[in-house]
């Protein structure tokens, strides 16, 4: 499948392009707008969208349950380019592909060993591999790098965490996961907690939900509020927010707490990151003062902001989480190779 020979996702005047349509079950007809796609921005996804890959990474997660695995991308290849560490995004989409039947090129472990420690840009290299694979994954430190990537591969680039950009296919799991474990995103209360600034997936999250009718609030030092070009369009969008640097004006009422982590390998001065990375640590104590329906998130790693003892709350939903990013990579994988 050619992406150049298909029309964009969107044509950016407001609506879908028209596209191959699918029954995904008896009651859901939907459409499969992401076959031959990169999956860039979060911008890509409107509600429609949405409902198709929650309800295909719903059949994903039954199919698991019960066989394990399926032949569904058999003789596909998934070229997985890491420029930056990771675990769960670099470790489920391998698990993705492998549970349906594709293989991996799994470069994860350190583009050093590549031949990017030679010189080799990332044009070269997405062109280079995919000659072998069918669709590339790329986490890259700097902004744009998808985008770059995507102008010249001739198969779809998967943004997997653009510098502090975006970290789309994470926040389509941090919405599922929140439609999964209080069974709306309508209405709910959803708090945003720790690096606003640099953090990818609350900035991917974030629009997101400005497609729905929620109330935000952002709790953050001062030096870690949310972007302002994102908090023009929160403004633009109508949605009810504000911002707060204390967890302590939110707790009672959240019904989501999405805890995230200060990015030290943002900051250029070390110093700066020292002032404000212990400054917040969800404990047994504040969960105490939380409604009993809601759910405490976060992207993980962790390096101190959730307290080890309240991973037995059963409101700490951060593993259940981390596995539905299987599913959703298993929904996505499918769904822009065209096997909807
Ligand atoms: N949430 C997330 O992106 O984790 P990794 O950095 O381990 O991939």
Known sequence: MDKK??????????????????????????????????????????????????????????????????????????ACLFYEPSTRTSASFIAAMERLGGGVIPITQGVQFSSVSKGETLPDTV???????????????????????????????????????????????????????????EGLKIAMVGDLRYGRTVHSLTKLLLQYDVSLRFVSPEILRLPLTIMNEVIDAGVNARET?????????????????????????????????????????????????????????????IHYAVDSDPRAAYFRQVRNGMYIRMALLAAVLGKA
């Open 245 to 305: 640097h204390d967890v302590a004006d939110v707790i009672e009422n959240a019904d989501v707490l999405y805890v995230t982590r200060v990015q030290k390998e943002r900051f250029s001065d070390l110093a700066q990151y020292e002032e404000v990375k212990d400054h917040y640590e969800i404990t047994p104590e504040i969960m105490a003062r939380a409604k009993q329906k809601m759910v405490v998130m976060h992207p993980l790693p962790r390096v101190g902001e």
């Open 127 to 185: 062109r280079t591999l995919e000659q072998y694979s069918d669709v590339i994954v790329l986490r890259h430190p700097e902004i744009g790098s998808a985008q770059v990537a995507a102008d010249y591969a001739s198969v779809p680039v998967i943004n997997a965490g653009d510098g502090p950009g975006e970290h789309p296919t994470q926040a389509l799991l941090d919405l599922f996961t929140i439609q999964e474990e209080l069974g709306q995103i």
């Open 5 to 78: 020979a298909l029309k964009p996702l969107f044509d950016y005047a407001g609506g879908y392009n028209g596209h191959e349509s699918v029954t995904v079950n008896r009651h859901l007809k939907v459409e499969n707008g992401l076959a031959g796609q990169d999956i860039l921005s979060v911008a890509q996804f409107d509600r429609p969208m949405l409902a198709y890959v929650f309800e295909r990474a719903r059949e994903m997660r039954e199919m698991v349950g019960r066989v394990g695995g399926t032949d569904l991308l058999t003789g596909r290849v998934l």
